[in-house]
């Protein structure tokens, strides 16, 4: 079974600048996740959707940061402007489902650099 | 109070030894508890949950208080390949849950 597909795997950029993040999940894997991993810290959830449809995107900064999840399957992540302190590993997860004792298969993560 | 606290370490042990990390969790609705193993620059991965009763596999044992809201994870018969970071993630309770990860505890397993 394929796992969760991300890309690119690195992406250095300058300040202000854009950059999108790509994620496809584990086929048939309703709930879809995007995380941030700062160096030394754990993943930080910044919006998880079920199917299409948002769940929680309460840490999202949503000034510069926006996801969708148009056909309930792939998904995209962009930063427009980034900060210095984007500087980050993007983790992309899913799960069969949201409920409780879901477990979450991660994907190998987007490693960005902003300059 | 951060959602999840762990101590980050590192922990240096020798292989053999025995080593017990520990995590707290502020909300007491809490309903379900993980922990993650992640190696260096490479993604989490789920290492076992927690069951109220505590639950071991292998050299693993996990266990959770829920009046003390805290969880443990015990090693045994540490191996080299045991060292990584150590993530303790809860789920909230609600209507949409939410895995909230700690900051993770590195372990260092030597010779």
């Known amino acids: 079974e394929a796992g969760v597909a991300q890309s690119p795997r690195y992406k250095i950029i300058e300040k202000r600048q854009s950059v999108a993040f790509w994620c496809n999940p584990i086929?048939?894997?309703?709930?879809l996740y995007w995380y941030q991993q700062i160096l030394g810290q754990g993943p930080k959830l910044l919006i998880q959707f079920q199917n299409n449809g948002v769940v929680d995107d309460s840490q999202l900064p949503k000034d510069r940061f926006s996801a969708e999840r148009l056909k309930g399957v792939d998904s995209t992540l962009k930063i427009q402007p980034a900060k210095l302190e984007d500087s980050a590993v993007y983790l992309c997860?899913?799960?069969?489902?949201?409920?409780?004792?879901?477990?979450?298969?991660f994907g190998e993560g987007s490693r960005l650099t902003v300059l | 109070r951060k959602e999840v606290e762990q101590d980050p370490g590192p922990f240096n042990v020798p292989e053999g030894a025995t080593v017990a990390f520990n995590c707290t969790y502020s909300?007491?609705?809490?309903?379900?508890f993980f922990w993650y193993r992640q190696d260096c620059r490479k993604e989490p991965k789920l290492l076992m949950s927690v069951y109220s009763s505590g639950n071991e596999d292998g050299r693993f044992t996990a266990q959770l208080n829920r009046a003390s809201q805290y969880i443990s994870l015990l090693i045994r018969d540490s191996k080299l390949s045991d060292s990584a970071t150590y993530l303790c993630?809860?789920?909230?309770?609600?209507?949409?849950?939410?895995?909230?990860f700690g900051t993770g505890t590195r372990l260092q397993v030597t010779l």
């Open positions: 086929s048939g894997h309703a709930t």
């Open positions: 997860a899913s799960s069969l489902w949201q409920g409780l004792a879901g477990e979450l298969f």
């Open positions: 909300n007491s609705a809490s309903q379900s």
């Open positions: 993630v809860v789920n909230s309770a609600g209507t949409a849950s939410k895995l909230t």
